[in-house]
């Protein structure tokens, strides 16, 4: 079965085309940080009319990568949400206007679900059940994972998200948009121990996290201080440090709360390479395994779209014509594929 992807949750335009035996035949991504980079964040009319002039064009294109005509498509998969509702929308009028045209069943899919099955891209992928870290600039969650549709909750933010921590931290300290990569970049010349800031939750019991009184402690301790560039990466390196840590505490209580010995990170933070570094030491220190999709696949794609297209298409899974998106999603009101 051969699955177009369609991605356009946000402020990347994202076709993937992947195929049973043969995996991923096409993944292209369009970029808009230039667009919305003058503004400091996106601005959802913007994203949505440049999804609406890229994405056809993008779809050809990943056609040809693919060597693939459309009567060759099988099925059609498309992000439904969660995400900005103009966005959702022009991928999901041109996923049914395209399904509708080529007389192929057509699927929404949950922007989660996408993150949570990327590693599946990956050889070497881990099998059910595994625990996920799905940390990104919206979400911020702890998930036990036995199986297509089959996600349990074991903790979550009770505020910011932990990329969205990350993009407020570095408009702080005067960086450019998108903040989370420039804020990392700027610890690698940080000193350690300049900046202690709080490990959010870490002395109570439980798996949810808060970043807001991190974020705050950042502006407390900059407040009124002229900062050299130095002082800066003091300041991000310290921050980035107490981020991790608590990612990576937590994670581990996951994985001892439930007995499941292997982790996977899903979401842009999960291309931060002092989180990638810091976790894999600490799961093989604790005798588990730490699963990481390569970090095009960690932030928002269409390849992770079409491989869940794929697996409830090829369940047997159907939904009917009407477009369907939802700026807001609970990735809990998710089942199992039916046929």
Not at 132 to 161: F, K, N, P, W
Not at 182 to 189: D, G, V
Not at 265 to 280: K, W
Not at 286 to 302: I, K, L, Q, S, Y
Request: charged residues 20%; hydrophobic residues 45%; proline residues 6%.
């Amino acid at each position: 079965m051969k699955v177009l992807g369609i991605e356009t949750s946000c402020d990347e335009t994202a076709v993937a085309v992947f195929e049973s035996g043969r995996g991923l035949l096409a993944n292209c991504v369009w970029s808009q940080v230039e667009l919305h980079r003058p503004h400091g964040g996106v601005v959802p009319e913007l994203a949505s009319r440049e999804h609406i002039e890229r994405l056809l064009p993008m779809i050809y294109d990943s056609l040809r990568e693919a060597r693939l005509a459309p009567q060759a498509i099988d099925g059609i998969a498309y992000t439904a949400g969660p995400g900005l509702i103009g966005a959702l929308l022009v991928g999901a009028s041109v996923a049914r206007s395209l399904g509708y045209a080529w007389g192929v069943p057509v699927i929404g899919v949950h922007h989660l679900e996408g993150h949570l099955l990327a590693p599946q891209l990956e050889p070497g992928a881990p099998d059910f059940p595994f625990i996920a870290l799905q940390v990104s600039g919206g979400h911020t969650m702890l998930v036990e994972v036995a199986g297509i549709g089959q996600y349990r909750i074991l903790g979550e933010t009770l505020d910011d998200a932990a990329g969205e921590a990350f993009d407020k931290t570095a408009k702080l300290l005067g960086l450019g948009y998108p903040g989370g990569p420039a804020l990392a970049a700027l610890a690698e010349s940080g000193r350690d121990g300049v900046f202690d800031f709080p490990r959010p939750m870490l002395d109570r019991p439980g798996l949810d996290f808060s970043f807001s009184g991190l974020k705050t402690a950042v502006v407390v301790a900059v407040r009124g201080r002229t900062l050299d560039q130095q002082a800066r990466a003091d300041v991000a390196r310290g921050f980035e440090m107490a981020m991790v840590e608590t990612l990576v505490t937590k994670s581990l209580r996951a994985l001892r709360q439930t007995g499941i010995q292997a982790l996977i990170v899903a979401g842009g933070v999960g291309a931060n390479r002092r989180l990638r570094a810091e976790l894999s030491a600490a799961v093989a220190r604790a005798g588990g395994r730490v699963h990481f999709p390569r970090p095009e696949f960690c932030t928002d794609n269409a390849a992770m779209i079409a491989l869940a297209g794929h697996a409830r298409l090829a369940a047997g899974e159907r939904e009917a014509l009407p477009v369907r998106a939802r700026a807001r999603w609970p990735l809990d009101e998710l089942a199992a594929p039916r046929p």
